[in-house]
Structure formats: C-alpha cells, structure tokens
Antibody, heavy 124, light 107 residues
Framework: QVQLKESGPGLVQPSETLSLTCTVSGFSLTSYSVSWVRQPSGKGPEWMGRMWYDGDTAYNSALKSRLSISRDTSKNQVFLKMNSLQTDDTGTYYC??????????????????WGQGTLVTVSS | DIQMTQSPASLSASPEEIVTITCQASQDIGNWLAWYQQKPGKSPQLLIYSATSLADGIPSRFSGSRSGTQYSLKISRLQVEDTGIYYCLQRYSNPWTFGGGTKLELK
C-alpha cells in the first residue's frame, strides 16, 4: 500500500528555516520521483520541487534560491529545507509521488499519490 | 512560467445536471494537462491526465477535452459527492503550474 506522510514543525518564525520530512512506504524512492507541492489557504497549489528517482533534483525557479530537496533512501525519506521564510510561505505542504501514465504520444508522469499534508504557519 | 486561468471561480448546480469547467493556458501545452479534485481537508485526487484520459477508478461521468489552448472538464449527471474544488495542472514545462481552482457546490 502506497503511503506518504509529511512531518515537521507547525509554526516557524519569520526569517527562519523550514525543515520537512516526507516518509514513504509501499514503494522505493529509487523507482519513483517525489515532488513537494504547497497550497496557501484558499488558493491553488504550487509545485515547489522534485526529487527524481535517480537522485537528481529540480526546483521551481521562483523558490530555487531558498529551497533544497534531499533524500535518505535507507530511511525512505525525502527532505525539504527552505530558508528565509516569510508570512506568505504559510500554507499546507504536501509530498506527492509521480506515477507514469501512458496516453498515446503524451506519456508522462503525473502527481498520483499524495500525503495528507502538513500545515505550516509562519508567524512570530 | 505558463499561466493557467480557470473559469468559473465557483458554480452551483443541481444533481443530474451537466457542468463544464474550463482552463485556458497562456501558451500551447499540447495535451500536457491534468484535472484534480480536492475535497475539504483532503489532498487532491487525479481525475484526468493527458487532457482526455480518465484515471483509474474515476467514474465515466468525468471527461476531459481540448480545443487549442482551452481545456475543459465535463461532469455529466452531477452527483452529491462531486462537490469540491477542481484544479487543472500543466506539465508542459517547468515549473508545473496549477490553475486557481473552481469551487463546485450542489444546490
């Protein structure tokens, strides 16, 4: 059974660093890519970055200067670190597994399995 | 970045009605579009991928279509459990971007 679960502090002070962990089960991080997606309350989601199955990373250019994604395959965990947090970084943070879907010439990955999300509030 | 503009922002419809939600891409994205449903307090669920393909386990009353850079999600015979917020997502180029969402309520 595929599961992803986010964990981390619910409250972060402005200008501080956010550290989140995504613990997965039911699959291997060396076979599937995992992305981080965040969602401010009442707004659409925002893709933050990706840990590819081969260990490479990709970031949203808007966040790249502040964001780092890493993993520990032995612990089945993917990590997110983002520094210089501000109040507009408040929202629910999700990790999501990307699955490959075949569709004629449009074969590719889509966000298929999601964690329950963890609410992060940036406030003093 | 590619902008995805969804409309309407909200709508209310009766059970058994047909509803259509649209997403306009700011440039050509081919069929690199998906639709997600999100219920209150829950994570998004994949409904449609590659613009027109139905995800596993999703009822056939959901369908997707494309006309140029405009994409549509159609729900035929609306059911009570279809309430929620619907988002489109493009993966044509990085960063992948979502639409702003359409909140669907039942009368």
């Amino acid at each position: 059974q595929v599961q992803l679960k986010e964990s981390g502090p619910g409250l972060v002070q402005p200008s501080e660093t956010l550290s989140l962990t995504c613990t997965v089960s039911g699959f291997s991080l060396t076979s599937y890519s995992v992305s981080w997606v965040r969602q401010p309350s009442g707004k659409g989601p925002e893709w933050m970055g990706r840990m590819w199955y081969d260990g490479d990373t990709a970031y949203n250019s808007a966040l790249k200067s502040r964001l780092s994604i890493s993993r520990d395959t032995s612990k089945n965990q993917v990590f997110l670190k983002m520094n210089s947090l501000q109040t507009d970084d408040t929202g629910t943070y999700y990790c999501t597994r990307e699955d490959y879907y075949s569709s004629y010439i449009y074969d590719g990955n889509w966000f298929a399995y999601w964690g329950q999300g963890t609410l992060v509030t940036v406030s003093s | 970045d590619i902008q995805m503009t969804q409309s309407p922002a909200s709508l209310s419809a009766s059970p058994e009605e047909i509803v259509t939600i649209t997403c306009q891409a700011s440039q050509d994205i081919g069929n690199w579009l998906a639709w997600y449903q999100q219920k209150p307090g829950k994570s998004p669920q994949l409904l449609i991928y590659s613009a027109t393909s139905l995800a596993d386990g999703i009822p056939s009353r959901f369908s997707g279509s494309r006309s140029g850079t405009q994409y549509s999600l159609k729900i035929s015979r609306l059911q009570v459990e279809d309430t929620g917020i619907y988002y489109c997502l493009q993966r044509y180029s990085n960063p992948w971007t979502f639409g702003g969402g359409t909140k669907l309520e039942l009368k």
